[in-house]
Structures are given as C-alpha cells and as structure tokens.
C-alpha cells in the first residue's frame, strides 16, 4: 500500500507563472488535506477536502489559491500568478475516516521556488 | 487564538542520552495530541497521538505525556542514536469539526556520536 505521494518534488516558478501540486493520497483515504511550511515556521492549514468536494478553506488565501479534489484522480493545488512569498513546502495528508481523532498520512511535500 | 509553542528550538545532544522536549498550547476547544517525526526533506510522521484523559503514551523509545489542567505536554527520548536526528513537531487538534490541526514550529534535535 503506497504512502501519500506528492508530484514534483521540487518545481521552480517565475513571479506571475503558474504552480500546480498534484497529491494522490493513500488508497481507500477519501479526506485530504493541504499544508504550507514557510521556512523556520510550522506547518500552516490551508485546506481540507473530501471527493468533490471543498469543507474548509480557512487557511486558504482568497486569492490565487485553489484546491480541487476530483472524482477521479489526484488532489490539486493550484497557485496562480505566483510571487516571492509563495515559496515553501506544500504538504498533503490524508486519512481515512473525519474525525478529530483519526490519523493524518504526510506526503514528502512539494518545494516550490519561485523566482 | 489558538498556538503551539515548543521548547527548546533546538538541541544538540551526544549518542545515548536522554532528552525531554517541551510544548505548550492553548487550542481550543481540545481534542488530542500529537508528536510527529519530520526528517529533512520529508512529510511528518506520526509518534503518539493522546486525547485528554491519557497522561502518558509511548512508542519505542519516545513516551509523550500530557497534562491537560496546565496544557503541556512533553516528549521524552530514551537512548538517542543517531537517526533520532529530526524535526519533532507538537500538533495539537481541535474538537470542532474539519480536522484543522495546529502545529508548533518544532524542536529541531541532532544527536552527535
């Protein structure tokens, strides 16, 4: 059973481009969420999905920022007309039941540079 | 507003000795507590999880305690070796519905031989 995966590893961006983070979260887990690390900081909630579905984007700038979980396929985190202060690590989890209690899987994280 | 704080920021300790890092937190309302491994380059992985009523949880060689009267928890490592060199990270979870956790910014722990 495959852990959490997260594609690219690493992905280098020009100020105004685009940045799309792919996770495909462990098999049966149906919730994923998406984290940010800014450097020398925590990990920062950004967004919590179930399929087709977005249940909390409080963390989520309003701008720029979506998040999609599709029927079918990864879960993507989209970044439009990218700046600086994008950069950091992007970390999605999943897990397979909603409660509080329930554990949360970590991908390795996508480090987007922007430039 | 709800905060992890963790202490010290970071520690260096030699191969074989004991080590207790410190997290306080004020998330509210409470539902569990976590401690995550995050080595360099990659995802946290998850040591003990403990809701409030457990004041002790272990796994190997790391045993987490919580007291929820004074919210503080502690991880204690027992025996360090070299590959306990990691990020450890206090999460904690608040009950309200949606999973949101809240991280500390972590004890960054290097074991010297």
């Known amino acids: 059973n495959a852990g959490v995966m997260q594609n690219p590893r690493h992905l280098v961006r020009r100020r105004g481009q685009e940045a799309r983070l792919r996770c495909s979260p462990m098999k049966g887990h149906s919730h994923v969420y998406w984290y940010r690390q800014l450097p020398e900081e925590g990990l920062k909630f950004m967004v919590y999905l179930q399929k087709e579905n977005i249940i909390d984007e409080s963390g989520m700038p309003k701008e720029r920022f979506s998040a999609e979980f599709p029927k079918e396929g990864p879960s993507i985190l989209r970044i439009q007309q990218v700046v600086r202060g994008d950069s950091a690590a992007y970390f999605c989890?999943?897990?397979?039941?909603?409660?509080?209690?329930?554990?949360?899987?970590f991908g390795p994280g996508t480090r987007l540079t922007v430039l | 507003k709800n905060q992890v704080e963790q202490s010290p920021q970071s520690l260096i300790i030699l191969e074989g000795k004991n080590c207790t890092l410190q997290c306080n937190y004020t998330v509210s309302p409470f539902s569990n507590l976590r401690w995550y491994k995050q080595d360099t380059g990659r995802g946290p992985v998850s040591l003990t999880i403990?809701?409030?009523?457990?004041n002790t949880k272990s796994n190997g060689r790391y045993t987490a305690t919580l007291d929820a009267d004074t919210k503080q928890s502690s991880l204690h490592i027992t025996a360090s070796q070299l590959s306990d060199s990691a990020s450890y990270i206090c999460?904690?979870?608040?009950?309200?519905?949606?999973?949101?956790?809240?991280f500390g910014a972590g004890t960054i722990l290097r074991v010297k031989s």
């Open positions: 999460v904690v979870s608040a009950s309200r519905g949606g999973n949101k956790l809240v």
């Open positions: 403990m809701t409030f009523s457990e």
């Open positions: 989890a999943s897990s397979f039941y909603e409660s509080s209690y329930n554990e949360q899987f």
